[in-house]
C-alpha cells in the first residue's frame, strides 16, 4: 500500500514548537505515510499554525494529511486511542503496517523514520520479526547531546533515559550495534507495529493525562514475548518538559501517580511485596527530593482509592494479552 504507517501527533499549547515538527516531518526521506494530528482543545495558537503550515507546503495534502480538533483535552492515551480506532479506518481501505507516535516538540533528522520503520524490516534488521515497539536516539533541542538513547525502569518503576549528558559524535553517529535493547520506548518517538497496538486495544486510558501509558504498553508486549529496542540510527531532537514543565510539582503528580499504578498493573504481589516495596523504601530513603513529599502522598493516596478498579484492569489485561499474537 503506499500509506504503510499512520503518523500520529498529540499536541496540546504547542504553538512554539508544531511548526518545527511539521516542517521536519514533511522534510522525510521516508514517505509512506498519512499524518493526522489532534489538537486537545489548545487556547493558543497552535491550531493557526497547523493550518498555516499545511497551506504552505505541497508535502501535505488531503490524501495524507488530516487535522482534528477535539472539543476537550482528553489526555494523550484517550487522543491516540480515538486516532487509531475511529479516524484511521476512515483514512485508509486498507490497514496501516505501523503506528508512529510524535511529540509536537519533537524535530526529526531527514531519514528518522525511515531508519525507525526499517527496524521491523526483516531485509534490513536482522531478527526484526520478534521486535514490537521501536524507538531511536533523540539529542536535546538545541545542541548535540543526548536526551535519551534507551528507556530503562528501576525496581520501582522509576524511569531514566540511558545515556543522558553524553554527546552525540564519533562512533555514535554510525554505531556498529545500531539496536539496543530496551525496557519501553518514549511516546516522544515511537514506532510500533498497527496489528499489536489495536490488537491490545490501544493505550490504557487509566494513564491519564499523560505518563506511563507507554512503559505499560511496551511490558505488555514483553509479556507476550515481544521485543523492544532503540534503533541509534534514527535520530530526532527533542525539547523535554514543552507540554508539562519537567520537575514540576505538576508533573510530580502525574508521574507518581501514574508510576505506582504501572507497578500495581505489572507486577504479581511476591513482586510487589519482595521487589518494589524494598526498592521505594530505599529510593525514598535515598533519593527523594523534598518537592516529591506532596505528590508522592497523592499519588499513594489516589491509588489506594481506586484499588479495586485497578485490580480489575489487571484482570482485564490477563485476557487482552490473549489477544494478540504471542511470540
Known amino acids: 500500500m503506499d500509506n504503510n504507517s499512520l503518523i500520529v501527533i498529540v499536541t496540546y499549547n504547542s ?3 508544531i511548526e518545527g515538527c511539521l516542517k521536519s516531518v514533511a522534510a522525510q526521506t521516508y514517505d509512506s505515510w498519512q499524518l493526522l494530528v489532534l489538537d486537545n482543545n489548545s487556547s493558543d495558537r497552535t491550531v493557526e499554525k497547523i493550518r498555516g503550515f499545511r497551506n504552505q507546503t505541497t508535502r501535505f ?7 482534528v480538533r477535539l472539543k476537550k483535552n482528553m489526555g494523550f492515551s484517550w487522543a491516540v486511542n480515538h486516532a487509531v480506532s475511529r479516524i484511521a479506518p476512515q483514512a485508509s ?25 526499517s527496524t521491523f524490516d526483516p ?15 533523540i539529542l536535546e533541542y538545541d545542541r548535540d547531546i543526548i536526551q535519551h538513547r534507551a528507556g530503562k525502569i528501576m525496581e520501582n518503576f522509576i524511569t531514566y533515559h540511558e545515556g543522558t549528558g553524553e554527546e552525540y559524535g564519533g562512533s555514535l553517529k554510525s554505531p556498529e550495534i545500531p539496536l539496543i535493547e530496551s525496557d519501553y520506548v518514549t511516546g516522544a518517538f515511537f514506532a510500533t507495529r498497527f496489528s499489536l497496538f489495536t490488537g491490545l486495544g490501544g493505550f490504557d486510558r487509566g494513564y491519564r ?5 507507554e512503559l505499560d504498553y511496551c511490558l505488555k508486549l ?16 527533542h525539547f523535554e518538559g514543552a507540554s508539562v514543565k519537567s520537575f514540576s510539582g505538576r508533573f510530580y503528580r502525574h508521574y507518581h501517580k501514574n508510576r505506582l499504578r504501572c507497578a ?3 507486577m504479581d504481589i511476591l513482586e ?49 494479552l490473549n489477544r494478540i499474537e504471542l511470540k
Not at 61 to 67: A, V, Y
Not at 99 to 112: E, H, Y
Not at 123 to 137: C, H, K, N, P
Open 123 to 137: 531485509s534490513v534488521t536482522e531478527s526484526s520479526q520478534d521486535i514490537g515497539a521501536a524507538g531511536g536516539l
Open 209 to 213: 493525562p499523560v505518563y506511563f501509558e
Open 61 to 67: 495534502d488531503k490524501n495524507n494529511f488530516r487535522l
Open 15 to 17: 504553538q512554539d514548537f
Open 93 to 117: 481501505a486498507e490497514p496501516f503496517e505501523y503506528l508512529i507516535l510524535l511529540n509536537p516538540d519533537i524535530s526529526l533528522f531527514p531519514d528518522a523514520l525511515e531508519k525507525l520503520i
Open 272 to 320: 510487589i511485596l519482595k521487589i518494589f516495596i524494598p526498592a521505594e523504601i530505599r529510593w525514598l530513603k535515598n533519593s527523594a527530593t523534598r518537592d516529591q513529599a506532596a505528590p508522592l502522598l497523592y499519588a499513594y493516596f489516589i491509588n489506594s482509592l481506586f484499588l479495586l478498579y485497578n485490580l480489575v484492569q489487571k484482570i482485564k489485561n490477563y485476557f487482552i
Open 222 to 237: 514483553s509479556e507476550a514475548g515481544w521485543r523492544i529496542v532503540s534503533n541509534q540510527q534514527a535520530v530526532c531532537r
Open 264 to 266: 500495581l498493573l505489572n
